[in-house]
């Protein structure tokens, strides 16, 4: 009955949004554009703390996860003129029209259009060459002779996690909904994305050098033989990470799900273990584990004099 409501129409907050095609499948299982909205429509409480401000890549697939990948910056000509936008200044010249979802109807109307996946800045618009949050993406080894166990990326998981506490940050985890775990540290405005990135690369090449059998910060594939990929590249000016709560372009329609700590350590825990399906129960069960992530940020200058400590026993 959710999904016949949808193909007629979604009022979501003040405005009513249309899903054009609303039963054409996006997943093999049969998953569609209004499966999609719904989602949407239900987690939006939930998710659009986390985007406000943020100016949004857009991954759409207008002919299914199967078909071809759009990644769209600029926000639709045709888009309705209730969706915020921000006008972003590239690096090298010109701007760019970024969408920023503040209500639900926006994302609604996202999924209408295809949009499987939300890649919010780490910046907000007011302040877009001062990030609020910093990100390290733990990334497994896809060599099929030496795969990463779940076990030692959960473990380096809540190692890189013992680090930045010990640094005097608050780090938080997140499954990716793909095969790995997000760190996300809430900082204070203060620093630049330089700073920033300088930061989350130093932090980086320590848990290497505590831990060289199991991590590595080799972008190059070939180079990295089996070892986990600490990728600290998303913390520059117009990158982006998978949004808290997002869908992702893959079999099963599986979502980002932030967690506690000590769901880390569960043995059961799998990147991709929640659905589109199967998370608005969780959320209703336990609510948002990062509910209050913006209280816990902290300025970037006492963990840099730590970690510069650390730095000369490497």
Same mark, same amino acid.
């Given at each position: 009955?959710?999904? *016949?409501?949808v193909?007629r129409?979604?009022s979501a907050g ?14 093999p ?8 909205a719904g989602?949407?429509?239900?987690? !939006? ?13 857009l ?18 000509r ?7 936008r921000? !006008?972003?200044?590239?690096e090298?010249a ?6 920023v ?9 996202l ?8 890649h919010?800045?780490?910046?907000r618009?007011d302040?877009?060459? =001062?990030?609020?949050?910093m ?6 080894a ?6 990463t166990s779940?076990?030692?990326?959960r473990q380096?998981?809540s190692?890189?996690?013992e680090?930045? =506490?010990?640094?005097?940050l ?14 996300v540290?809430p900082?204070? +405005? ?6 920033? +990135? #300088?930061f ?9 050098a505590r831990?060289?059998? =199991?991590?590595?910060i080799?972008?190059r594939?070939a180079a990295?033989? #089996? ?8 913390n520059a000016?117009a ?10 372009a *893959?079999?099963?329609a ?5 967690l506690?700590w000590e769901e ?9 273990g929640?659905t589109?399906?199967s998370l608005?129960?969780?959320?209703? +069960?336990t609510?948002?584990?990062w509910?209050?992530?913006? !209280?816990h940020?902290?300025p970037? #200058?006492?963990?840099r ?5 650390l730095?000369?026993?490497?």
């Amino acid at each position: 009955m959710a999904a *016949r409501a949808v193909t007629r129409a979604v009022s979501a907050g003040r405005h009513e949004v249309r899903i054009r095609r609303p039963d054409k499948p996006l997943f093999p299982d049969g998953t569609t554009k209004a499966d999609l909205a719904g989602y949407y429509e239900r987690v !939006a409480g939930t998710m659009l703390p986390h985007l406000a401000g943020r100016p949004l890549n857009l991954e759409r697939y207008p002919d299914g996860i199967d078909g071809e990948r759009i990644v769209q910056q600029r926000a639709g000509r045709y888009f309705p003129d209730w969706i915020r936008r921000v !006008a972003v200044s590239r690096e090298e010249a010109g701007q760019v029209e970024h969408v920023v979802a503040e209500e639900p109807a926006t994302l609604v109307y996202l999924a209408g259009q295809a949009c499987i996946t939300l890649h919010p800045w780490l910046s907000r618009a007011d302040r877009l060459d =001062r990030p609020d949050r910093m990100v390290i993406d733990l990334d497994p080894a896809d060599q099929p002779d030496t795969p990463t166990s779940p076990d030692d990326l959960r473990q380096v998981a809540s190692g890189l996690g013992e680090l930045l =506490r010990d640094l005097g940050l608050l780090p938080f985890v997140m499954t990716t909904g793909s095969r790995g775990y997000h760190l996300v540290v809430p900082l204070r +405005r203060g620093a630049g994305f330089e700073t920033v +990135r #300088g930061f989350t690369r130093d932090v980086a090449r320590v848990a290497v050098a505590r831990d060289p059998r =199991r991590l590595t910060i080799e972008q190059r594939k070939a180079a990295r033989h #089996g070892r986990i990929y600490l990728d600290v590249q998303r913390n520059a000016y117009a990158h982006t990470s998978v949004a808290p709560y997002a869908v992702r372009a *893959r079999t099963g329609a599986p979502v980002a799900t932030p967690l506690t700590w000590e769901e880390l350590a569960d043995p059961a825990i799998r990147p991709d273990g929640w659905t589109l399906r199967s998370l608005p129960d969780r959320l209703e +069960r336990t609510g948002d584990p990062w509910r209050d992530i913006h !209280a816990h940020a902290h300025p970037l #200058g006492p963990a840099r004099h730590r970690l510069d400590a650390l730095l000369t026993d490497i």
